[in-house]
T-cell receptor, first 115, second 112 residues
Framework: DVKVTQSSRYLVKRTGEKVFLECVQD?????MFWYRQDPGLGLRLIYF???????EKGDIPEGYSVSREKKERFSLILESASTNQTSMYLC??????????????FGPGTRLLVL | QKEVEQNSGPLSVPEGAIASLNCTYS??????FFWYRQYSGKSPELIMF????GDKEDGRFTAQLNKASQYVSLLIRDSQPSDSATYLC????????????FGTGTRLTIIP
């Protein structure tokens, strides 16, 4: 079974703090993704990575950065947290295209509250 | 802008009946389609994926794809209260980077 883990389930931070969210997958997947999910807006892609040290912006990258130093780990960084970044953050990973390997498997999510 | 549209619901279905969830997509280049189930406060979990026109069955679930009409559906037979959740439809458009476009989800409630 694919396992995607996230470093925290719940996090409370103050405005202006630097926040690190970590995601680890154990299936040797090339592709990893960070989403945020807000009521009525669905899942929105922040950043994704298709290889170590490679990253691409998603639909809403502003205020975020990412790091992928190892294949299994993909970190999301909020450089200076703001209240509008209060959200559920979901990490996902997937293998290469073909025979369902592109299925995205999600971590349990991190619910972040910025005060 | 590539879009995946779902009726947000809520959709209420009596226990034991068939629940029908629908999804349309705008990008004709979309190749693969996925249905995820998400319980409140939890992360999405995959139910089914489908590539080819027609029906694909897995237990009580049937996914249907019509590429000409750009339409995907999920049927849940013999609905159970445990099926109450939000169902997300997603489309894969660009082979090579595995980016999914998600709909906003349909909230399904099964009434005992």
């Amino acid at each position: 079974d694919v396992k995607v883990t996230q470093s925290s389930r719940y996090l409370v931070k103050r405005t202006g703090e630097k926040v690190f969210l970590e995601c680890v997958q154990d299936m040797d997947h090339e592709n990893m993704f960070w989403y945020r999910q807000d009521p009525g807006l669905g899942l929105r892609l922040i950043y994704f990575s298709y290889d170590v040290k490679m990253k691409e912006k998603g639909d809403i990258p502003e205020g975020y950065s990412v790091s992928r130093e190892k294949k299994e780990r993909f970190s999301l960084i909020l450089e200076s947290a703001s209240t509008n970044q209060t959200s559920m953050y979901l990490c996902a990973s997937t293998g290469p295209t073909g025979a369902g390997q592109e299925t995205q498997y999600f971590g349990p999510g991190t619910r972040l509250l910025v005060l | 802008q590539k879009e995946v549209e779902q009726n947000s619901g809520p959709l209420s279905v009596p226990e034991g009946a068939i629940a029908s969830l629908n999804c349309t997509y705008s990008d004709r280049g979309s190749q693969s389609f996925f249905w995820y189930r998400q319980y409140s406060g939890k992360s999405p979990e995959l139910i089914m994926f489908i590539y080819s026109n027609g029906d694909k069955e897995d237990g009580r679930f049937t996914a249907q794809l019509n590429k000409a009409s750009q339409y995907v559906s999920l049927l849940i037979r013999d609905s159970q209260p445990s099926d109450s959740a939000t169902y997300l439809c997603a489309a894969l458009s660009n082979f090579g980077n595995e980016k999914l476009t998600f709909g906003t989800g349909t909230r399904l409630t099964i009434i005992p």
